[in-house]
């Protein structure tokens, strides 16, 4: 990265706001592995909360046929120079949707609002598509199957494991397996999730663990003023 020159206004050095920004490692909560996805630069801590970082799903499982879906990650905690973050949905770039529809199929959508058996409700979005066109009765026999399959592991699984299900294939599988029963099927897809509500208070460990730094660095700056004043 070029490094910034500071610029002078009326005989004045202006500030170079580079040189008060400190790097932030960005990790995935442990219930998604604990790997490092990214960094981010920021003058206070207190900045970094709230930032998503995006990653591809092929990066983060090392598998190069899931270079399509990009996943979100949200940071909630921060300790030391390091973040945690927590996943918040994923998506599918328009090209690929774009490549797999062709004519003479059709497209079955499902958006579903669900809610897993650990308190997180997520919206889930899936695509099927036939091998031929398919007639508006079996178009609705299979989103309807899509949608009580979707709900219905979302009833049986805890957060990190419905997400597994829905980015590494599960999921899908499960729906065409069903849904094939009804019409020919081509593919599965679910190409998009957003958390809408959490569950419990995400990783409260860590996030004690960033109050005792935060409580360290207030003493030692304390500490600091004190020897200063005596001085």
């Known amino acids: 990265m070029a ?4 610029r002078t206004v009326k005989g004045r050095k202006a500030k170079d706001t580079w040189k008060t920004k400190v790097w932030y490692n960005i990790y995935t909560a442990q219930e998604f592995g604990g790997v490092l996805i990214g960094q981010t630069p920021a003058s206070d801590p207190s900045l970094v909360i709230g930032r998503v970082a ?9 598998d190069p046929t899931k270079h399509m879906i990009r996943v979100y990650f949200k940071i909630y905690g921060v300790s030391g120079t390091n973040a945690v973050s927590q996943f918040v949905g994923h998506d599918t770039t328009r090209e690929y949707l774009k490549s797999q529809i062709r004519r003479r199929r059709s497209k079955i959508d499902a958006i579903v ?5 650990d308190g997180y409700k997520i919206r889930v979005k899936a695509i099927t598509l036939t091998a031929v066109r398919a007639r508006a009765r079996q178009k609705t026999a299979i989103r309807k199957k899509m949608m009580e399959i979707i709900k219905a592991m979302s009833e049986e699984k805890t957060f990190p494991e419905y997400v597994q299900a829905m980015l590494m294939g ?23 999730s957003e958390v809408l509500e959490f569950g419990k208070k995400e990783n ?3 996030v004690e663990e960033a109050k005792e730094e935060e409580q ?8 600091k003023e004190v020897v200063e004043a005596a001085e």
Do not use: W
């Open 3 to 6: 490094k910034m020159k500071a």
């Open 54 to 62: 995006e990653v591809s799903l092929r990066d983060l499982t090392n």
């Open 113 to 117: 609002d669900v809610r897993t058996k």
């Open 170 to 192: 599960e999921m899908a599988n499960r729906i065409h397996e069903e849904c094939k029963k009804i019409f020919p099927l081509k593919s599965v897809m679910i190409y998009k």
């Open 204 to 206: 409260e460990g860590f």
């Open 216 to 223: 360290k660095e207030e003493v030692k700056e304390e500490q």
